[in-house]
Every structure is written in C-alpha cells, then in structure tokens.
C-alpha cells in the first residue's frame, strides 16, 4: 500500500492535482482575510471609530504625494497616443475628432486604470509594507493588548482615504493629461488648441464621468483593502514583509483589472 | 486581581506548544515562567492576553485590563514617545472623550516618572536606546491602570546594568500599583531580584513549581540543568 501511494506521489496528475489544491486553499484564504478586512471597516466605520486626524493624514498620502507620479504617467501615455494618431489623423481628414478621441479614452479608460497602477505601485506598496512591519515587529499585537480595534485604527483611514482621493487624483491627472494631448497635437499634426477642445465634448457624456468617477471610488477602496489586508496577515521578518508586499501590488493590479472589465461590460456592452 | 490557568492546552499544527499546564497567580504576586528556547512561555502570556487563542483549559481572571510588555518593546515607530504613551487613551473607544489632552498630558508624564524618565515626550523610538524602549513600553502599558501586567522577556538584549535597571521597575511598577505580574525570562537575576513564585517549562508542560530559593537549590535534573545552563541533562535544546 506504502508503495502504491509512493508511485502515486511521483505522477504529473497527482502533483498538478496538489498544486491546483494549495493555490485554492491559499486563494480561499486571501479572499477570506480580504472580505473579513471589508466587513470589519464598515463595523468600525459605522461603531464610529473613525480617526480624523489619520484619515486626514492618509488623505494627503493618497492625494498629494502620489499626484507627481500620477500626473506623469497619466501625461506620458497621452503624449504617446497622441504623438502616433494626431498626424494620421489629420491625413485623413479627421483632425476634428484628436480631442474627442483623447477626451474619451482618457475618461472612459487611461485616466482611471494608469492613476489605479500608479497608485498601487506607490501607496498600495507602501501601505502593504508599512502594515507588514507592524505586524512582524509586534505593533499590531500591540494594538490588540491596548484594545484598539486594528481596523478601525488601520484599515478604516486608509480605505475611507482611498475611496475620497482617488476621484480627486483621476480628475486632476486626466485633465493634465487632456492638456497633454491638446499640447502634442499641436507640435505633432500642427492641429489648433480651439479644434482639438472643442471636439473634446462630442466624444464624452455626463454618463462617461460618472462611470469615470464611480471606477475611481471602487478602486480606490480595492487598492487600500488588498494592499492593508496582504500587510496585516503578514509573517516571517524581513522575508515575510517583502512577500506580502509583492502580493499586495499583483492582487491590487489584477483586481482593477478585473473591476474595470465588469464596470465596462455593466455600462458599455 | 488572581489568575487561575487550568490544564491549557495549545497546539501548532501537531506540535503541542502548550500541554495541560495549570498554575494560580495570587493577586499582586510576580510569577516568573523560565525555560529554554522554544519551551512555550510566550505562547502562554499570548494565550492569557487572548492574542491568540487556546485550544482547551481555562484561564480564569476576574476582570480588568491586561497590559503587555513585549520582548522588543513594539512602539509604534511612527509616534512620538508621548503619543505612544497616551495612545490608548486618545484611540480605546471606551477612553476616548474620559480625559482632556492636558490631563492625558499629566498622566503621560506621571508614568514616564514612574519608569525614572523625563523630557523625551517628543523623541521618536529610533532615537531611543533599547533600555529607554522597554521603559517607554512599561509606561505605555500601565497608562490604563490595568491589574496584571505580562512580560515577554524584560530583560532580553539589554546590558546587565541596563537590567538591573527594568529588574527594579518590574518591582517598583507591581509596589506602586499592585499589579499581578507574570514574567517571562531565562534570566537568573531576573528571577531572583523579581520573582515570588517560579514554573520551569520543558516541551510545552510544568516540570518544576516552586519559589526562587527552591529554584536554586536545584533539587531536579531539569532545575539542576537550567541553573548550572549545562547541555548535559533531561532538556534536549531544538537543533543541539
């Protein structure tokens, strides 16, 4: 018998078997630790826990000190579009719609998901690591023996912030990167500032915006939350805070993903 | 306030890290809980301050808060020593609106005179030495007026002036409050300068009850083995 689940132990089947096995348990558990981390800020949110003075300090984290890098990504990728279709399209006769095509991939699309990755990769990192630290040095174990609630304390000021700054952060970068396009076409197709504006508005609708917006909300809310939940359930030192860490950012990215393909199917299918 | 522990059992995996202990703490007492590395004494200061939770057995308290000094003091080292201090009465829900910032501002500076510091209010942690930390996390921890206060290895890192130095706060915090304490140490003169009572863990159970002097008279292989720190003995180290 011994022999027979020796062989069996050697098998393609039986390993690839295991492997689907233990990345469903692991999944399971990430998803637990996510949903557990979501209904507990809302408890902590409508026990009144909230901190303003954190979530006023996580506010600015969000807001101003992922705007430099928001604005640039958001206005490089613009240059790049822009710099490949203004003159073509000018070719073609169609110099009036450069605004309106910039305008509506910038709003439906690039200004929310390239403000969402560069807001994983500089806060949702960094909230990740801040949380694992706490926890492998016993600061949160620290939390719980003053009876502070952690979520209340930690989760709740930075999802709240994530959910308040992130539409403010994909207006600012998406308009920067309107102004962007409006600039490169310009020097690029020779096309006015008055033609490329005043096709902006036949291409985006109030719906647009309020999609753009309501994106903006949940994402920042998904990005905090994975990011605090991979850093809360962190183990093992120095090793253990860099592997929450990198899980956090490649959840947080497919996350998004994921969010904005429903969001698309939900309004634009 | 007393604390009763009652066949406690706490497992890892299949790995018994706590197997069927049971021991009292009368009020004002300091217990110290020795052993090696790895014998399970942190698990059970864990277990008492529900930071993680038993598989079977009681620990019976009678109400009150538990302060925790941890082994590396855990400050929040994004706070400065003041708003450490004060935390949980500006953050516990229940302590919250209690006090004024100018009362929380005196109570802050009373428990930092009580663990022989002042002036270091709006220093950071980092800029503090080990020692100073673990004075720092005493102040924090009986900011509240708790009953019992546990500590995870006091003296651990630190240099034996440094020490004899927390060896006397330990003292001075359960004189001035009458706080029942435990101690986890593996620390000789922390057990005999601090300790009534001593229980002598190996593999996760009690194989030695009694008072420091009985300690060290060293009436068992096992408390024979841990006095005279022989490798030769009934307790095998993890990896030796």
Not at chain 1, 51 to 58: A, D, M, P, S, T
Not at chain 2, 71 to 83: G, N, P, R
């Given at each position: 018998?011994?022999?027979?689940?020796?062989?069996?132990?050697?098998?393609?089947?039986?390993?690839?078997?295991?492997?689907?096995?233990?990345?469903?348990?692991?999944?399971?558990?990430?998803?637990?630790?996510?949903?557990?981390?979501?209904?507990?800020?809302?408890?902590?949110?409508?026990?009144?826990?909230?901190?303003?003075?954190?979530?006023?300090?996580?506010?600015?984290?969000?807001?101003?000190?992922?705007?430099?890098?928001?604005?640039?990504?958001?206005?490089?990728?613009?240059?790049?579009?822009?710099s490949q279709i203004a003159q073509e399209m000018v070719k073609q006769g169609g110099g009036n719609f450069v605004g309106a095509l910039v305008a509506v991939l910038i709003v439906r699309e690039l200004g929310v998901i390239m403000s969402g990755f560069a807001i994983i990769s500089m806060i949702g990192s960094s909230l990740a690591s801040e949380l694992a630290t706490m926890r492998v040095t016993e600061q949160i174990d620290a939390l719980y023996t003053l009876k502070v609630n952690p979520y209340g304390y930690l989760f709740l000021p930075r999802v709240l912030a994530g959910m308040l700054m992130m539409p403010p952060v994909v207006i600012i970068s998406s308009l920067f990167g309107i102004l962007a396009g409006a600039l490169t076409s310009d020097l690029a197709a020779g096309l006015s500032y008055r033609v490329y504006f005043d096709s902006i508005w036949i291409g985006i609708f109030a719906k647009d915006m309020f999609v753009c917006l309501a994106k903006a909300v949940c994402f920042g809310a998904v990005i905090a939350l994975i990011s605090c939940a991979f850093g809360f359930h962190a183990s093992g030192g120095a090793k253990g805070v860099g592997i929450a860490t990198t899980r956090a950012v490649v959840w947080s990215f497919v996350a998004i993903v994921i969010i904005d393909m429903l969001f698309a199917i939900a309004f634009f299918f | 306030m007393s604390i009763e522990v009652k066949n406690l059992v706490k497992a890892f995996g299949e790995k018994k890290v706590i197997d069927d202990?049971?021991?009292?703490?009368?009020?004002?007492?300091?217990?110290?809980?020795?052993?090696?590395?790895?014998?399970?004494?942190?698990?059970?200061?864990?277990?008492?301050?529900?930071?993680?939770?038993?598989?079977?057995?009681?620990?019976?308290?009678?109400?009150?808060?538990?302060?925790?000094?941890?082994?590396?003091?855990?400050?929040?080292?994004?706070?400065?020593?003041?708003?450490?201090?004060?935390?949980?009465?500006?953050?516990?829900?229940?302590?919250?609106k209690k006090y004024t910032e100018k009362q929380i501002r005196e109570i802050v500076a009373e428990k930092l005179a009580l663990v022989g510091l002042k002036g270091i209010e709006n220093l950071y942690p980092s800029e503090l030495s080990g020692g100073m930390q673990k004075r720092v996390s005493f102040a924090r921890a009986i900011v509240t007026g708790p009953k019992v206060i546990l500590y995870d290895e006091p003296t651990a890192g630190l240099d034996p002036i440094a020490s004899t130095l927390i060896e006397d706060y330990i003292l001075r915090l359960r004189n001035e409050t009458g706080a029942t304490s435990i101690v986890v140490t593996h620390q000789m003169s922390t057990i005999k300068r601090t300790a009534d009572k001593v229980i002598m863990l190996y593999d996760g159970k009690i194989v030695f009850s009694g008072t420091p002097e009985e300690l060290l008279k060293m009436d068992n292989d096992y408390t024979k083995q841990f006095v005279t720190a022989s490798i030769e003995g009934p307790m095998k180290m993890v990896g030796a």
């Open positions: 018998m011994a022999l027979i689940r020796h062989i069996l132990k050697q098998t393609v089947t039986y390993k690839l078997f295991k492997s689907i096995l233990v990345n469903l348990v692991d999944f399971m558990e990430v998803m637990g630790n996510i949903t557990t981390g979501l209904f507990e800020v809302i408890k902590a949110f409508f026990r009144g826990e909230l901190e303003w003075k954190e979530l006023i300090n996580q506010c600015e984290r969000f807001g101003i000190s992922s705007l430099p890098i928001t604005l640039s990504i958001v206005g490089m990728t613009c240059v790049i579009i822009v | 202990v049971s021991f009292k703490v009368n009020d004002g007492e300091i217990l110290a809980i020795v052993g090696f590395s790895g014998s399970g004494k942190s698990t059970i200061l864990k277990l008492i301050s529900n930071l993680i939770e038993k598989d079977s057995g009681e620990i019976i308290t009678s109400g009150g808060d538990i302060a925790f000094v941890f082994q590396y003091s855990a400050l929040f080292d994004s706070l400065t020593v003041y708003d450490n201090i004060a935390f949980a009465l500006h953050e516990r829900r229940d302590l919250r």
